[in-house]
């Protein structure tokens, strides 16, 4: 105890091992936010331009081609990002109804609280008829009355899939003689299918956080927190133009369940971290996992980082035009019992899908999962994530987002070279 000096000494007279934790913790906090302080980080160059008018306008009548295709003759559409991507309206869900109207012909409505009206205006992007209702009125008779207006009184209506019950109940209560149909089909179909402009945010999104990535990895200290590195995190997206959506940093033996622990997680020599993390750019996401092992990791350690790593090879290499999105997990699992894993979903193993969708949201239809009949087509976006847990002891995921182009995938982000080489 000699060479224990100030702190130090009262830390571990007072709490032993445990006080010499805490206090190398504090250091490590203390010196991650003089570095932030002394980090100049600022907004990655090259910012795309966000969605135009004309866009949206065409996103509208992509809809309107495609209800008449399914014999659907208006859409409703609530707040949530399907309002976002047909209007432009950024708003939230309450109780009080704010809503679109997109018809299969002819311009569209906005349905939304009198007060609420010029504030909803602030973000509307394209030409709209904008009515609204009074405190003691009911809403969904704004909307029975413009779709009786249109002559739409007994059509089929499609509803957006998100969209809450007391919608679909109040509009048949209004309306007795419309048929309430899932809209899905025309929302999945314009959504899906990404544009040039779409990608492009997507791929900024991407960049700052793999630039997050470098600016975190070589900050962590032994002794941090895993809520210590998620702040480095945040706090980098941020400064290079990013709006931080997660940021999960999970160590050692909680990076065996794929969304973490709520056990205390400390930096130390050998552990595995894995963090997942991604931001939003105008609203469009990206989704990035990375793990690696803080100090020198051990064979078991970079023989299930190469193994994962081959699993994301095969995902890759298995997503073409053309084949179905349940084809591309079908063909990791078999690569994974191959390996001696599962099967199926069983652990150890891949107990989770090998992706999802992304764009607006970061999870978004359609999934890389077994039984997925969706077939790939270019502008499609996807995570590509098959990660291996082993509880008990650790778990590995590399996760990296592609889209979809006519000879094949192309990455939002570099995979990673190794497990020294994270990023």
């Given amino acids: 105890m000699a060479e224990l000096q100030g702190m130090e000494r009262r830390a571990f007279l007072t709490y032993g091992v445990a006080g010499l934790a805490l206090v ?31 866009e949206y306008l065409a996103r509208i009548a992509k809809a309107q081609a495609l209800m008449r295709q399914q014999g659907l003759a208006a859409l409703i559409v609530e707040p949530g990002s399907s309002l976002v991507y047909f209007t432009g309206v950024h708003w939230r869900r309450s109780e009080r109804l704010t809503c679109a109207i997109i018809p299969a012909q002819g311009g569209i409505a906005l349905v939304t609280p009198f007060f609420e009206e010029p504030s909803v205006r602030e973000t509307l992007a394209v030409p709209a008829d904008v009515r609204t209702w009074l405190e003691d009125e009911n809403p969904l008779a704004k909307v029975a009355g413009f779709l009786a207006e249109r002559g739409l009184a007994s059509a089929a209506i499609g509803t957006e899939e998100t969209n809450r019950y007391f919608i679909i109940d109040g509009l048949q209560k209004a309306l007795p003689t419309v048929t309430v149909k899932n809209g899905a089909g025309v929302v999945r179909g314009c959504r899906m299918i990404k544009s040039a402009s779409e990608i492009a945010l997507m791929q900024y999104a991407t960049d700052i956080t793999i630039a997050a990535y470098r600016h975190t990895i070589a900050r962590i200290r032994e002794g941090m927190r895993h809520v210590d590195v998620q702040a480095i995190m945040k706090d980098a997206t941020e400064r290079l133009g990013g709006r931080s959506e997660f940021e999960d940093a999970l160590i050692g033996e909680s990076a065996a369940y794929p969304h973490g622990s709520d056990k205390p997680q400390i930096v130390k020599a050998g552990e595995i971290i894995l963090m997942d993390c991604g931001c939003t750019v105008d609203g469009y996401q990206s989704d990035v996992s990375r793990t690696f092992v803080f100090g020198t990791p051990t064979a078991r350690q970079r023989k299930v980082w190469n193994d994962v790593k081959g699993g994301q090879q095969v995902a890759f290499r298995a997503a073409r035009v053309g084949v179905t999105a349940g084809s591309v997990d079908d063909a990791v699992r078999a690569y ?28 978004e239809p359609i999934n890389l999962v077994r039984g997925e009949g969706g077939v790939l087509q270019p502008g499609m976006c996807f ?26 995938p192309r990455w939002f982000s570099t995979p990673s070279v190794s497990i020294e080489q994270p990023v």
Avoid: W
């Fill in 24 to 54: 190398a913790a504090g250091s490590a906090r203390a010196e991650m936010a003089g570095v932030a302080a002394e980090q100049g980080l600022s907004p990655l160059p090259g910012r795309p331009a966000g969605i135009a008018g004309l």
């Fill in 336 to 363: 994974y019992e191959k390996l001696g894993y599962g099967p199926g979903y069983r652990l150890p193993g891949l107990s989770h899908r090998t992706g999802h969708g992304i764009g607006l949201d970061g999870h």
């Fill in 383 to 408: 995570s590509n994530e098959p990660g291996l847990y082993i509880p008990g002891e650790f778990g590995v995921r590399m996760e990296d987002c592609f889209y979809m182009t006519e000879t094949g």
